[in-house]
């Protein structure tokens, strides 16, 4: 007779970048369950996610982040992830209007007004391009385009090329960027552990700035990115070939709570 999880959980969404959100303080859910992930971010016969999220306590700061990947293997740190998980928080009361938590990377600050989330990333100093590529690290791998007539690419195919092609089975996210204006940039991405492109990426959109600036294809801090599923903005200090002070911007909203029955 095979065993049955009672779940609750949340969903959140920023910028069409969704996630199912889990209050794992009491240390409850079984983390090393792929199959219950995968399943659980199951468009069909689960929830529905771009991942999966749980928060637990933390000594060092406010909370832990633990992200999975749809696919439900633990993965590189999540930036929309981030500002979801840091509004779910704000939900729970565990703060006021800025915070800081653990995630894989390490300690990130955080703030929320009117359910706009400022997050501060990892600071950037290896940067490599690649004829009109570029390639860096933001909390996870990103390959960063520029492309003509962005919205006529198969984003799937053509990601999964690059993804396997020229990154191997560990892979990079990529990301298809397209210049709208001076300092705005519209992106389209394709994610590893979704295998698929998403409506957002936040480490991905941290990328695109941070390439385009370095590339002299905008010349301020603060660069708006426009994606398939809304709005984004990033600003960050340069200084000495390194960009600190890093931070992605914009709205993580609530969809859902509800309950969920899950045979182990």
Request: with cysteine; aromatic share 10%.
């Amino acid at each position: 007779m095979s065993a049955e999880l009672h779940l609750d959980f949340y969903k959140y969404q920023g910028t069409g970048n969704d996630f199912v959100l889990i209050d794992n303080r009491q240390l409850l859910f079984p983390k090393n369950n792929t199959k219950l992930v995968a399943h659980l971010c199951d468009r069909k016969f689960g929830i529905g996610a771009d991942g999966l999220i749980l928060l637990e306590n933390d000594n060092s700061s406010d909370f832990k982040m633990v992200y999975y990947n749809s696919d439900g293997n633990q993965s590189t740190m999540c930036g929309n992830g981030g500002r979801c998980l840091v509004a779910f928080a704000h939900k729970l009361g565990l703060f006021d209007v800025e915070t800081s938590f653990i995630a894989v990377d390490g300690i990130h600050k955080a703030r929320i007004e009117n359910n706009v989330v400022t997050l501060w990333m990892n600071s950037v100093d290896n940067i490599e391009q690649r004829d009109e590529s570029f390639f860096l690290d933001t909390g996870s791998p990103h390959h960063v385009q520029l492309v003509q007539n962005l919205s006529n690419i198969d984003v799937k195919k053509e990601g999964a090329k690059l993804r396997y092609g020229v990154y191997g089975e560990k892979g990079s996210n990529i990301n298809f960027v397209n210049q709208l204006g001076e300092n705005t940039f519209r992106v389209r991405t394709y994610e590893r552990g979704v295998e698929d492109e998403t409506l957002s990426c936040g480490t991905g959109v941290t990328a695109v700035a941070i390439a385009m600036h370095y590339s002299k294809k905008a010349n301020t801090n603060a660069i708006a990115i426009e994606v398939e599923g809304g709005n984004l903005s990033v600003a960050f200090d340069f200084e000495n070939n390194s960009y600190s002070n890093v931070q992605l911007i914009g709205p993580a909203t609530y969809v859902f709570n509800g309950s969920i029955v899950c045979k182990l």
